[in-house]
């Protein structure tokens, strides 16, 4: 299969990830990199092998099919509007958008382009959430009615980067939210509602780099609490939080009428996957069934150039991004609303991944 050349826009922290995952995709020829700090995206070339030029040269450049939007997530929307209007199909990190409007505008202008929209994130396609997947379609805890999703920290507030974490475009949902939300999607199917409470609980927090501790504004809610009402009838009580010191939730649970599941950290690709049904003692570890259980960010962009070659569909798709931003934002909607709010868009639950498949496989 012929690969695609990607362009990289955006040479910080997550690049390493892509840069090192993506040499395991055959479909994935990652030629140029680019950032608005050119000396960054040298440095980044020069180590992974890739050649570094400006934003204008990468989104110029004919060879380049697929633009790999790694910024941060207020630059998402125009980075991926540049890269749609130079003919480019782009794959973004999450989320999608900071707000429904810019998410709304990439996927009508892929559309009349006729360029495809992936994004990030893609750890539902690694072998815990694909175990898990497979326990639930496979029946072992009959029809799935209830659940739990906690993600809950003190949040990044002492990264060198931390302010982005608190403007808008971060806070827990938008920044953790969006694993945990398309892995719920991924087990259970779309969300038909949202009913939530939200709040923040300090104006200013402090933090930066370890040299230079700096005060900076809190802009985003940093408690958002939640009901999610499935389409399936399941309904699955969230937390996302960056007030929280310790605590003992696990990340995920599906409760079903024959049996529970305890999902592994939808920020991780691996597991551990643990079964309960009727008769067990205690929760039973299930081996993994699927490949792809270690850091494999990009298994989502080979899945989408893979579907491009086969004119398929692909997992990580624009639908399921803009789908799980929209009930990311409605916990924002209901918590000043003080009612459920109830979420427009659809998506089709993304196919599970075949069995069997060694590395570089899709
Ligand atoms: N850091 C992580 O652990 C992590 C994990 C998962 C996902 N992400 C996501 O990845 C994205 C990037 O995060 P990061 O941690 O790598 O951030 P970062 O700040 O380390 O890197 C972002 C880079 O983008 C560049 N940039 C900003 N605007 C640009 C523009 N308009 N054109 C070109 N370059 C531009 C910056 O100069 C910077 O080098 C975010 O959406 C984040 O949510 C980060």
Redesign the pocket.
């Known amino acids: 299969m012929k690969p695609a050349k990607i362009g990289v826009?955006?040479?910080?922290?997550?690049?390493d990830?892509y840069f090192k995952a993506a040499k395991r995709f055959p479909v994935l020829d990652m030629a140029l990199c680019?950032?608005?700090?050119r000396e960054?995206?040298a440095a980044k070339g020069e180590l992974y092998g890739v050649k570094a030029v400006s934003?204008d040269e990468l989104l110029a450049a004919p060879e380049i099919e697929v633009v790999l939007n790694?910024?941060?997530?207020?630059?998402?929307n125009?980075?991926a509007k540049a890269a749609l209007s130079a003919g480019k199909h782009t794959y973004?990190?999450?989320?999608f958008g900071v707000d429904l409007a810019e998410a709304e505008e990439i996927m009508r202008l892929a559309s009349e382009k006729h360029l495809a929209v992936g994004c990030?994130?893609d750890t539902f396609m690694g072998g815990g959430q694909q175990t898990a997947r497979k326990l639930i379609d496979d029946g072992w805890i009959g029809k799935p009615v209830a659940g739990t999703a906690m993600v809950m920290s003190r949040g990044p507030e002492t990264f060198a980067?931390a302010p982005?974490f608190y403007d808008k475009?971060?806070g827990p949902m938008l920044?953790l939210g969006p694993y945990y939300i398309t892995s719920l999607v991924n087990l259970l199917g779309p969300v038909a509602s949202v009913t939530a409470e939200v709040d923040k609980f300090a104006d200013f927090r402090t933090g930066g780099s370890d040299t230079v501790p700096h005060v900076y504004p809190v802009n985003v809610d940093t408690h958002q609490a939640g009901t999610l009402r499935f389409v399936n009838g399941a309904i699955v009580t969230v937390i996302a939080s960056f007030e929280v010191h310790y605590h003992g939730h696990p990340p995920i649970e599906i409760y079903g009428s024959e049996g529970s599941l305890s999902v592994p950290n939808p920020?991780t690709f691996g597991g551990p996957v643990k079964l309960f049904r009727p008769g067990y003692d205690e929760w039973k570890e299930i081996p993994l069934s699927h490949i792809y259980d270690q850091k494999s960010?990009s298994v989502g962009l080979a899945d989408m150039v893979t579907a491009l070659r086969e004119g398929r569909s692909f997992r990580a798709s624009g639908e399921l991004a803009y789908h799980v931003l929209e009930v990311m934002l409605a916990f924002c909607e209901s918590g000043r609303l003080g009612r459920r709010v109830e979420i427009k868009s659809r998506c089709e639950r993304p196919a599970p991944l075949p069995l069997g498949l060694r590395d570089g496989e899709i």
């Not at 826009?9 to 690049?15: A, Y």
């Not at 680019?34 to 700090?37: G, K, P, S, V």
């Open positions: 826009i955006g040479c910080g922290m997550i690049s990830h680019a950032d608005l700090d960054l995206a934003c790694l910024t941060p997530p207020k630059a998402h125009a980075v973004s990190e999450k989320p990030a994130p980067h982005f475009g971060g920044d920020n960010r």
